[in-house]
């Protein structure tokens, strides 16, 4: 199947009991059992539930991997990753990252004794210069979240094999309806299904796709374990949300281009983050491995001028000022005062999250409404 044919099909099966099409919404805790394990394959739903495991199924198609795993939010996704890791060991991640890993790897379980290092990966020499002999996951997103970073997945990925690491990929950004990890050689991609696979903004979800049975079992073990599973009528929902993952992606490419293209002509405007404009550090790498850019950008106002970029985000009517991205409605954030508010000021500037930075997340809107209302609320500064 094509991407597009899998988004609606991939993983999927007609349900059994009565040939629903779309899979039923099983909102049971427990399953009726013949003798001690005498079951149709789910026990209980902690461990396994039918609307879930189809979700998770799908995961896997739109990714091209063999197995899928499907959490109560992104954060748990990624808890259960470092999870995976014993006190002594050592993560290597991107510098600019969302500021809820941030917070997860540094407050939580750094004092486990895990080891974190933050360096800007635009380069792999910078990743390979701190690997050492503890380093066990190099952990990494691209586009990154806010700056639009772009990573050479395949160059991290054989510096990761060269030196028996796993290389994990935060793919929330892109979706793979863009870029698909896995092919380039990635061991786990990661999604917040919470935004784009969801789409709906009624949803937070965390997603796990892998190919390596050995690893699968242990995250299957962890999610167990941990319990920190999604239930059934949020399974339905991302599963339906991911039916339209395609039609959806192709417009937020579109509108993303224009907003991105129309605020750098801006006269108020500094810069344009936006991985799709050829003077864009690392764009020719985005060309070859995503297959288009996407409607995520972030820009800064001319001044670097805090109250100004408040006021602009305070204005928009269309563009809501809200956590969260992905959805069909556009949103803006400040991402200083936001989603990267856990991340120190001095570590934040250091990668560009400086006090103007406005984060927009494209929705599907018309374009020129789009415009229209970044136009008035730029006005007012």
């Keep these: 199947m094509k991407f597009n044919t899998k988004t609606i099909h991939g993983g999927q099966e007609h349900d059994p009991a009565y040939g629903a099409v779309m899979p039923p919404i099983y909102q049971t805790s427990t399953y009726a059992q013949s003798t001690p394990g005498g079951h149709k394959g789910f026990e209980y739903s902690r461990t396994h539930n039918p609307t879930r495991k189809a979700l998770e199924n799908a995961f896997a198609s739109i990714e091209n991997g063999n197995y899928g795993l499907a959490f109560g939010s992104g954060l748990a996704a990624i808890d259960a990753v470092i999870k995976l890791l014993e006190p002594g060991d050592e993560v290597i991640s991107t510098n600019d990252l969302y500021g809820g ?4 790897f540094k407050h939580v379980f750094e004092k486990f004794g895990i080891k974190f290092h933050f360096v800007g990966m635009e380069s792999v020499s910078n990743v390979e210069a701190k690997i050492n002999s503890n380093t066990k996951l190099i952990w990494t997103e691209t586009p990154t979240n806010p700056m639009l970073n772009i990573i050479d997945i395949k160059a991290l990925a054989n510096v ?3 030196h028996k690491v796993l290389l994990a990929v935060d793919n929330t950004f892109a979706t793979p309806y863009l870029q698909r990890p896995l092919d380039l050689g990635a061991d786990i991609v990661m999604h917040s299904a919470t935004k784009y696979l969801g789409g709906h903004s009624d949803v937070v979800m965390g997603a796990l796709m892998l190919r390596d049975k050995e690893l699968a079992d242990k995250l299957y073990f962890i999610q167990n374990a941990s319990g920190a599973v999604c239930g059934p009528q949020d399974s339905f929902l991302v599963l339906r949300g991911i039916k339209t993952l395609h039609v959806r992606m192709q417009r937020h490419c579109e509108n993303g281009k ?3 293209e129309f605020l750098a ?12 404009f050829s003077t864009h550090p690392n764009h020719d790498i985005a060309k070859t491995q995503m297959e288009d ?11 670097n001028n805090y109250e100004k970029s408040i006021k602009i985000v305070e204005n928009l009517k269309i563009f809501t000022l809200a956590e969260s991205l992905g959805g069909v409605e556009s ?20 990668t560009g999250v400086v006090d103007s930075l406005i984060r927009l997340s494209v929705g599907i809107e018309d374009e020129d409404d789009l415009i229209n209302d970044l136009k008035q609320a730029l006005e007012l500064i």
């Design 160 to 162: 990761a094999k060269k």
């Design 258 to 260: 224009a907003v991105a």
């Design 265 to 276: 002509s801006h006269p108020k405007i500094e810069k344009v983050y936006w991985p799709g």
């Design 101 to 104: 890993t941030y917070r997860l």
């Design 293 to 303: 850019f996407g409607g995520m950008l972030s820009f800064t106002t001319k001044g």
């Design 331 to 350: 949103l803006s954030g400040h991402p200083a005062s936001m989603t990267h508010a856990s991340i120190p000021k001095e570590e934040r500037e250091k």
